[in-house]
């Protein structure tokens, strides 16, 4: 068992934009990108109340000198990607 707490923040935020996305291709991402979060955070007893597994989801409107729209980020405390793994992360 893993002690996993997911906090997203941003969704009630009144000041994001609307966006048009493919949803399909947004939710696939989205999946991927969380599913590999917790396949990876360091594995922790359910009852680890101190040491949790913590997954971010932090949704933020663009600022210049991005283009208008918004910008989902995804920070966990697990491991991270190896250094020679970063150019395969986005193919």
Do not use: M, W
Not at 47 to 55: G, R, S
């Amino acid at each position: 068992d893993r002690n996993i707490q997911l906090e997203v923040y941003g969704l009630d935020n009144d000041d994001l934009p609307g966006v048009t996305v493919c949803s399909k291709g947004l939710q696939e991402a989205f999946s991927n990108v969380l599913d590999n979060a917790i396949k990876y955070v360091p594995l922790k007893h359910k009852n680890d109340i101190q040491h949790p597994c913590i997954i971010q989801a932090v949704i933020t409107r663009n600022t210049k000198p991005l283009a208008p729209g918004i910008t989902i980020f995804i920070r966990d405390n697990g491991p991270g990607i190896p250094k020679e793994e970063h150019d395969a992360v986005f193919q």
